[in-house]
């Protein structure tokens, strides 16, 4: 079944480490996306990428990093200096620019939790 | 600008009674527009959307809404609750290359 995969669920890490949440899909969609989720505040857009090897800013840039070298692969990379880390990370994609209609899809998340 | 507001972090109804999850939008033009269900520790799923062809729209589970323009809303309703319902729902909107989230309602379901 097409879909999109989050590794891992749960994730664990101590302050000032660097760390790698991975997301693949195989939809064989163009445009991919990164959300965090917290209590009470909806979904907020740290980055998206509408082609590979391109990708832009959200709304939540700061302390995070990106890359899109397949069309499958949008790994997100949590760094030390993002000053609260500990969220719920949500992925996902859409067919992109020539499906304006079209709903977002959903992996099922990566709990990142810094202590 | 473009925004989604989502009126009711929390709703709680009886089982059986008729569900109204609020959602308003706005947008510079004409909406793309989305009703998504979260359950604990899961991803979204999609419950429906609004793509202009039809103002009412059924979705999954039993769910429609609603597009009013003249209201800038999007309400999503289900008859009857059913206990499986209770999650939490996010109203969507999409436009110039972007989604835009309500910070989502809670519904709870009680027996």
């Known amino acids: 079944d097409g879909g999109i995969t989050q590794s891992p669920k749960y994730l664990f890490r101590k302050e000032g480490q660097n760390v790698t949440l991975s997301c693949e899909q195989n939809?064989?969609?163009?445009?991919m996306y990164w959300y965090r989720q917290d209590p009470g505040q909806g979904l907020r857009l740290i980055y998206y990428s509408q082609i590979v090897n391109d990708f832009q800013k959200g709304d939540i840039a700061e302390g995070y990093s990106v890359s899109r070298e397949k069309k499958e692969s949008f790994p997100l990379t949590v760094t030390s200096a993002q000053k609260n880390p500990t969220a719920f990370y949500l992925c996902?994609?859409?067919?992109?620019?020539?499906?304006?209609?079209?709903?977002?899809?959903f992996g099922n998340g990566t709990r990142l939790t810094v202590t | 600008a473009q925004s989604v507001t989502q009126l009711g972090s929390h709703v709680s109804v009886s089982e059986g009674a008729l569900v109204l999850l609020r959602c308003n939008y706005s947008?510079?033009?004409?909406?793309?527009l989305f009703w998504y269900v979260q359950y604990p520790n899961q991803g979204l799923q999609l419950l429906l959307k609004y793509t202009s062809a039809a103002t009412l729209v059924k979705g999954i589970n039993g769910f429609e809404a609603e597009f009013k323009k003249s209201e800038t809303s999007f309400h999503l309703t289900k008859p009857s609750a059913h206990m499986s319902d209770a999650a939490e729902y996010f109203c969507a909107l999409y436009n110039f290359n972007k989604f835009y989230f309500g910070s989502g309602t809670k519904l709870n379901v009680k027996p």
């Open positions: 947008s510079s033009v004409p909406p793309y």
């Open positions: 939809l064989n969609h163009d445009a």
């Open positions: 996902a994609s859409s067919p992109g620019d020539r499906s304006y209609h079209e709903a977002l899809h």
